[in-house]
């Protein structure tokens, strides 16, 4: 009965140390993980001109995970908006920015709200608004 007992003991024993050790290690790969931090993701650019120039602004952002983020899509709702933005993998800890071009001569409503679309390795899409209005 002994035997039984102290055999039952240390399996129970290593099945928790190989428990705790495949939990550590899945915990240790889940963190190697990008991760995307905007300063904002709405931007009112208040009154614009309709015949105005180009109205410039950016959206700024970090890696804040502990791998590099890429960039895979980044897409506007309407071709009012030219974006530039990086191609090369940020680093973590580093940031960058998606400059955004405004064309107001082809918005025809006087409020709008426009919106980018943002997907990258770190997971779910972010959306970036733009809002604003046009003066005739």
């Known amino acids: 009965m002994k035997k039984i007992f102290l055999i039952m003991v240390m399996l129970t ?3 928790v140390l190989t428990a705790v050790a495949f939990a550590q290690e899945s915990k240790d790969t889940e963190d190697f993980a990008a991760k ?7 931007l009112d650019i208040g009154k614009v001109s309709k015949d105005s120039d ?3 602004f ?7 995970g502990n791998a590099p983020l890429v960039l ?6 309407c071709s009012c908006i030219r974006l530039e933005y990086p191609r090369e993998p ?4 580093d940031s960058s920015h998606i400059i955004a071009k405004l ?3 082809t918005i025809h409503e006087t409020s709008f709200k426009r919106n980018i679309l943002v997907k990258s390795n770190a997971g779910k899409p972010v959306r970036l608004f733009i809002i604003g209005k046009i003066k005739p």
């Open 103 to 105: 064309l107001p001569s």
């Open 90 to 93: 940020i680093a973590p800890g």
């Open 36 to 42: 995307i931090t905007f300063d904002k993701t709405i």
């Open 54 to 56: 180009n109205v410039n």
């Open 13 to 15: 024993i290593s099945f």
């Open 58 to 64: 950016e959206f700024s952002f970090a890696n804040t």
């Open 72 to 77: 895979t899509y980044v897409h506007p709702s």
